[in-house]
C-alpha cells in the first residue's frame, strides 16, 4: 500500500483567493490523480498528473481554474484559483500502485466564503 | 458523468445484522472497487474485483461482480457500530494506473 498526505487538511477562504493542495506519497509513483468531492456527492475526476508532462483534464475542468504541477515521482499540487462559494469541497489526490488498487489521501476539506 | 449508480442510497440496520450494497455500471470495467469514507474523510480501499472474476472475499465482506448483468454488490457480515460509514464503488476500464469512476455512494448507519 501507500502512505499519502495531504496539505492543508482543512482551509476557510475568502473569494477571489487561490489555494494550494499539497500532495506527497511515500514511495515513487508514475501518475496521482486528483478528485473532487463536493457536499454530499460522490467522487468526480479533475485531472491525472504524470510526471515531466501536462496533466490532463477532465471534461468541466480547465487549467486556468485548477492548474496543477507534479515536479517528481513523488509530489504534486493542486491550485484552485479564484475561488467562489461554488468550489467548497473536499479535494483528494490518490495514487495507483501498479495492481490497478488506487490509494487516496485523506482529503483537504475546503470552505470558500 | 457519473459511471455507476449504488443502492439504496441509504440503509440501516442492528448491530449484528448483514448489510448489501449494490452497484451498477454502464461500460466495460477491467475491475471495480469498493471503498470506505467516514464523515467525509479519506477513502479507505476495502476490495477490488476484476472483470474475470465472479467473487472475491476480504474478512467479512464479500463481493461479488455479474459482468453481464453490469452489477456488482457488496456484503458486510455481522455488522458493527464501526462500519458506520459511506461505501462507493469504483470503476477501472483498463488495466495498470487508469483513472477511477465512482458510484453515487450507499450512506450506511449501523444502529447499536
Known amino acids: 500500500s501507500a502512505v499519502i498526505s495531504q496539505k492543508p487538511s482543512r482551509d476557510i477562504c475568502q473569494r477571489g483567493t487561490s489555494l494550494t493542495i499539497q500532495c506527497q506519497v511515500d514511495s515513487q509513483v508514475t501518475m496521482m490523480f486528483w478528485y473532487r468531492q463536493q457536499p454530499g456527492q460522490s467522487l468526480t475526476l479533475i485531472a491525472t498528473a504524470n510526471q515531466g508532462s501536462e496533466a490532463t483534464y477532465e471534461s468541466g475542468f480547465v487549467i486556468d481554474k485548477f492548474p496543477i504541477s507534479r515536479p517528481n515521482l513523488t509530489f504534486s499540487t493542486l491550485t484552485v484559483s479564484n475561488m467562489s462559494p461554488e468550489d467548497s469541497s473536499i479535494y483528494l489526490c490518490?495514487?495507483?500502485?501498479?495492481?490497478?488498487?488506487?490509494?487516496f489521501g485523506p482529503g483537504t476539506r475546503l470552505t470558500v466564503l | 458523468s457519473q459511471q455507476g449508480e449504488e443502492d439504496p442510497q441509504a440503509l440501516s440496520i442492528q448491530e449484528g445484522e448483514n448489510a448489501t450494497m449494490n452497484c451498477s455500471y454502464k461500460?466495460?470495467?477491467?475491475?471495480l472497487q469498493w471503498y470506505r469514507q467516514n464523515s467525509g474523510r479519506g477513502l479507505v480501499h476495502l476490495i477490488l474485483?476484476?472483470?474475470?472474476?465472479r467473487e472475491k472475499h476480504s474478512g467479512r465482506l464479500r463481493v461479488t461482480l455479474d459482468t453481464s448483468k453490469k452489477s456488482s454488490s457488496l456484503l458486510i457480515t455481522a455488522s458493527r457500530a464501526a462500519d458506520t460509514a459511506s461505501y462507493f464503488c469504483?470503476?477501472?476500464?483498463?488495466?495498470?494506473?487508469?483513472?477511477?469512476?465512482f458510484g453515487t455512494g450507499t450512506r450506511l448507519t449501523i444502529i447499536p
Open positions: 474485483i476484476r472483470s474475470n472474476e
Open positions: 469504483a470503476t477501472g476500464a483498463n488495466f495498470g494506473n487508469e483513472k477511477l469512476t
Open positions: 461500460t466495460s470495467i477491467n475491475n
Open positions: 490518490s495514487v495507483a500502485l501498479g495492481t490497478d488498487t488506487q490509494y
